[in-house]
DNA sequence: ATAGAAAGCGGACCATAGTCCGTTTAGTAT
DNA sequence: ATACTAAACGGACTATGGTCCGCTTTCTAT
């Protein structure tokens, strides 16, 4: 067969991903795995993963852009997966609830999501000037910001940022794991916020 | 005169500071703010610092722990001022007046404040893990915590956590510079959230 | 004045993110 | 099959925050 090969994903007109390139970015995808199961996010070096994935330095941030740029897209299938559920799951995180319901259901989902990956997070967001150009956090900022909207929100735009920053993956992670807050404190102490912020006047 | 030398700021019985600790000090504080003057914070690096106060990149570190500890160091005039403000000025942002005034014009303050000491603020708290551990955010976040209480917010300390990051100076900055919201979009926006957390069901 | 102790000093050294550029290699056109 | 080109590669190199430790200086007790 002499049909082009279907690479789902590839913006159509992206020039090939040669085979080498496809090769070693399985590579550095499942060493990358393997290291951050094995020692944590944290302690996760860019020249242990270039040894480890047997590939030379130059290729790894080739691939990757930065270590954020590496964490992000070892975060990418959880994050979908929260992304689908507040865009097309059942209610109240998804359509077909009040505003002020999703948004409760959202912070909620968002603290246990950020705990289950907390590490990758805080790693995806520390390093680089990108803390809000990834598109996972305007995606969750676009959405917030729809809600506060509907809500009646004077200016949902910066209301949604200043609700991001509540959220902040760092902020949570340590309230439970430095300071000692429950998820649970932390999920009520949400509810409370949006619930007095949308309640009508 | 052998009298004991008058040391205010100094905690009694502090194992006195020698006089050479005191002349490096005088020389690497004023050399950091010449640079940070030329340069701006962002710019800053420790070896710089060292160089040009004539002294050995050892003594930096010891006198400051850390990039984000000098930074501090350099902050704490204009923060003490800012604190001052709140706990002991005029109303409202001083006591005096009711918990959700005071609430506002503390964050429109914080705001200011963060955009005249932008650089450094995100200097001293990018680098470390102290980012919630510095004394001033301690102050703050416990400022906010009374008068949340006061105004009847069932978890005091964890809402002021979440307003604490939501006026992070990371925040703050990119809003203004790089995303192009005007302070006072910002201000108002503190107040649409203060107004609608605080207002009596 | 002197000696001893403690604090301070300096700069070589380390770890790690990120860059650069000469070399290799996969695809392609002939 | 061959030659050509653009992409990919690799690893030496740079920049910078932070550590270490043997040497020096200051202070104090005698």
Same mark, same amino acid.
């Given at each position: 067969m002499s049909s082009i090969p279907i690479r789902p994903d /590839? +913006? =159509?007109? @992206?020039p090939h991903e040669r085979s080498d390139a496809a090769r070693n970015r399985e590579r550095l995808l499942s060493a990358a795995r393997d290291l951050v199961a094995e020692l944590g996010a944290e302690a996760l070096t860019m020249d242990a993963l270039a040894c480890k994935a047997k590939v030379g330095k130059g290729t790894v941030f080739r691939r990757f852009g930065s270590r954020a740029g590496l964490m992000m897209t070892l975060l990418s299938d959880s994050e979908s997966e929260f992304q689908h559920g507040f865009m097309? %799951? +059942? &209610? +109240? =995180? %998804? &359509? %077909? @609830?009040a505003p002020k319901d999703r948004l409760v259901a959202f912070g909620e989902g968002r603290i246990y999501f950020v705990l289950e990956n907390g590490e990758l997070l805080k790693a995806a967001g520390a390093a680089t000037r990108n803390r809000f150009d990834v598109p996972a956090t305007k995606l969750s900022h676009r959405h917030m910001e729809v809600l506060l909207r509907e809500a009646g929100i004077a200016d949902p735009w910066v209301m949604a940022m200043s609700l991001t920053y509540a959220l902040d993956p760092e902020r949570i992670v340590d309230d439970v *794991? /430095? *300071?000692?807050?429950?998820p649970t404190r932390l999920a009520d102490s949400w509810r409370e916020l949006v619930t007095r912020l949308l309640r009508a006047a």
């Open positions: /590839v +913006p =159509l007109g @992206a097309f %799951g +059942p &209610p +109240p =995180l %998804g &359509p %077909g @609830a *794991r /430095v *300071r000692g807050i429950s």
